[in-house]
């Protein structure tokens, strides 16, 4: 290598290595600033537990926010619901004695058959004690033995009335009275023959559907013991349980939907106390009668109810954390945000207000975060 060369080398390295020096100096110069930028742009919490978000940051969460207004509006609800018959509507066929059940000529009617006003449902055979039977028998003897000799005086009579006059003139009245006598004791003797083999027809009281039957051909019934239950299938209730007891009050319209999405309107008539649990169960009367519903069928109950536009507006905002604690955010200024604690995110009734842990409560105004609340609570 010549001495010209190696001072061209020399010159290159080092004029590389200022190169080099120079644009190392130059991207710390740059970076310096830009990291002071960025840690601006970041959620930060702030001492008082708020939150500090810039704006840019808003946007990329989505954040959204609603001002607190109160006044009231119509909300959905549905509950599960069982058809059942109105109470006037149901007639109840009852034992009058103590019997054995016996079957009608076309058969036992089983639940679910239309039956007609006067239809024999069953027939009831007196239970007697042998006693009673005993009885009766010997009245059967008895009444036997009037009987023939209520025909031998009415025979005699018509001879003695002949004999004398020839023929038998009309208006005799001990003959007459004998006649009377004679059918008066054969209609004691039939009542009682009758009552030894008679059964008791059990009817309908109205026509419908029989809905309601227990028991079967045979067996043993006490005096006024439910036997047939017949219900209207055009007058029917639905009931439906709630566990809020001014639900009742809140209730604007009420209906059901049926598989082919027919409509049918209910007509709200109260509501009474479950029995043994708590509970409401509320009443509401069919207001079609084509509706094709039966008594036990289940059935889902759209309500339309009034409620308390903060109510709906705290539940929409509220969001669950990490320790399934919820809370809602405010938007108090631009960039900050403060988060308070409520005692559940479930929309009831009752305006929802701020847990004991923090005293302070919503107020008209407030500006709610609805949308983007989840991600704020994931900044610490």
Avoid at 141 to 154: G, H
Avoid at 257 to 281: F, I, K, M, N, T
């Amino acid at each position: 290598m010549t001495r010209t060369q190696a001072l061209l080398l020399c010159s290159s390295v080092l004029a590389w290595s200022a190169q080099a020096h120079e644009g190392e100096d130059h991207h710390e110069a740059a970076a310096a600033p830009q990291s002071v930028t960025l840690s601006t742009e970041k959620p930060q919490r702030l001492e008082n537990g708020d939150l500090y978000v810039p704006k840019s940051m808003q946007r990329l969460l989505g954040i959204r926010t609603e001002v607190l207004a109160p006044g009231n509006v119509t909300t959905s609800l549905q509950l599960k619901g069982e058809v059942a018959s109105r109470p006037e509507a149901r007639t109840v066929t009852s034992s009058p004695q103590a019997g054995v059940l016996e079957a009608p000529p076309d058969g036992w009617p089983l639940p679910g058959a239309t039956v007609k006003a006067g239809q024999i449902l069953a027939y009831l055979r007196p239970q007697m004690t042998q006693r009673d039977a005993a009885r009766r028998s010997a009245q059967v003897v008895d009444f036997e033995q009037r009987t023939t000799m209520a025909e031998i005086n009415a025979e005699r009579l018509r001879l003695q009335s002949s004999a004398a006059q020839g023929q038998m003139t009309p208006g005799n009245v001990y003959y007459e009275q004998s006649l009377a006598e004679l059918e008066a004791t054969k209609t004691q003797r039939d009542e009682v023959v009758a009552s030894l083999a008679d059964r008791l027809p059990l009817r309908a009281a109205t026509a419908g559907i029989l809905i309601r039957n227990n028991l079967r051909a045979g067996e043993l019934v006490a005096t006024g013991q439910p036997i047939f239950e017949v219900s209207n299938p055009s007058r029917l209730r639905v009931t439906a349980v709630s566990f809020k007891p001014r639900l009742v009050d809140l209730v604007q319209s009420a209906s059901l939907v049926l598989e082919d999405q027919r409509h049918v309107q209910l007509r709200l008539r109260g509501q009474e106390p479950l029995s043994g649990q708590p509970g409401w169960r509320l009443l509401f009367d069919v207001v079609d009668t084509d509706t094709r519903l039966s008594p036990g069928m289940p059935v889902d109950v759209a309500l339309n109810v009034s409620s308390d536009s903060r109510t709906q507006q705290l539940s929409k905002a509220c969001v669950i954390g990490k320790t399934n604690s919820a809370s809602v955010w405010l938007h108090v200024e631009p960039e900050r945000f403060e988060q308070r604690r409520v005692a559940s995110c479930s929309a009831s009734t009752q305006p929802a207000t701020a847990s004991s842990a923090t005293p302070k409560p919503f107020n008209p105004g407030d500006r709610l975060v609805v949308a983007g609340g989840a991600l704020l609570s994931q900044y610490h």
